[in-house]
């Protein structure tokens, strides 16, 4: 298992943020299973948390999984969806269906009055803020391909209204560990940057002004028929944003050679299936009402004592749950 890694302002030390920004912006053909399954998982969750937002952000659904986006839209039908990261307009462009020929309009059954329009918004662009603030930020499977985490949170924070929350995966430092060690007894370099601990995400989020956080963590062991099979899903899921990867193109003698040592290297299950670790990070925790400093002497701004005290008491909270 390598160290795991810990974000601060200027990035994570072993992530190569070039590589990692391609990655976020490439458009795939289908969302990767594995984030849908993630994603899947991580909406079970959503049981734990009593409050209704009236809207909510999908962070770069088409690299989240767009089956689990739309899990997270029937559990709230009514809410307002906006799209935001890399992605957005992608998955604007492919999420809104051309307009139909005029005679088919004309013809089409008039909208009852106080039926529900489509509550898909719009997209955000990189750098925009949400125009409203939203009740929960939804992020799967995003931050550990960030090259600035500490500063896309930081981001989720404001966009939240106070009482909203925002639930996010990632994976963890053990992922990948039978490969790590396969790389290093071959004295290759890592296969991916070290991935940063739960508690070390829990304490940025508190850093950050979040409160009453909940982090957990499970281990999946996924197996291979062979290596070829495991490549494949290593390209669809993600790419080798190490730093100190091999900076040049490799030949087929070196896809070969590999292939050979993931063959001879990994473990492999009672039926011989390569196995392959994957450690999920799994986090929420909500935006708190601002506190009022209190002295012998306190000048409070109107609009700050107003957002304070509206609306009385907040939504409820979860509980927390040992981690897996």
Not at 284 to 289: L, V
């Amino acid at each position: 298992m390598a160290p795991p890694s810990r974000p601060d302002d200027d990035g994570v030390p072993d992530l190569d943020p070039v590589a990692a920004a391609r990655w976020r912006t490439r458009v795939p053909p289908g969302s990767p299973w594995l984030h849908e399954t993630i994603g899947a998982r991580m909406a079970e969750r959503l049981d734990w948390i009593k409050a209704r937002p009236d809207a909510w952000m999908s962070w770069s659904p088409l690299l989240a999984g767009e089956q689990a986006h739309r899990a997270v839209a029937q559990r709230y039908p009514q809410a307002r969806v906006w799209l935001a990261g890399e992605l957005a307009q992608a998955t604007l462009a492919r999420w809104r269906t051309p307009a139909p020929p005029w005679w088919r309009r004309w013809m089409a059954r008039p909208r009852a009055s106080g039926e529900a329009a489509s509550p898909l918004v719009g997209a955000v662009e990189a750098g925009e803020a949400v125009p409203e603030s939203v009740g929960l930020v939804w992020a799967n499977m995003a931050l550990h391909a960030a090259a600035q985490p500490r500063a896309l949170l930081r981001r989720w924070y404001e966009w939240l209204a106070v009482d909203g929350f925002v639930m996010f995966s990632c994976l963890g430092p053990d992922t990948a560990r039978e490969l790590r060690a396969v790389h290093a007894a071959h004295g290759w370099p890592p296969p991916a940057p070290a991935y940063v601990d739960m508690h070390d995400w829990g304490d940025q989020l508190v850093e950050l002004g979040f409160a009453e956080p909940v982090m957990d963590m499970e281990r999946l062991t996924l197996t291979y028929p062979n290596a070829e099979r495991l490549l494949a899903d290593l390209r669809e899921t993600g790419r080798n944003w190490h730093v100190g990867r091999f900076a040049a193109l490799r030949g087929r003698g070196w896809r070969e050679r590999w292939l050979r040592a993931v063959e001879h290297g990994l473990p492999r299950s009672p039926d011989g299936q390569l196995c392959l670790t994957v450690e999920v990070v799994y986090g929420h925790a909500f935006r708190p009402r601002p506190r009022v400093a209190v002295s012998g002497v306190t000048t409070v701004p109107l609009e700050r004592l107003r957002e304070s005290l509206r609306g009385g008491s907040g939504p409820g909270r979860p509980q927390a749950t040992d981690g897996v």
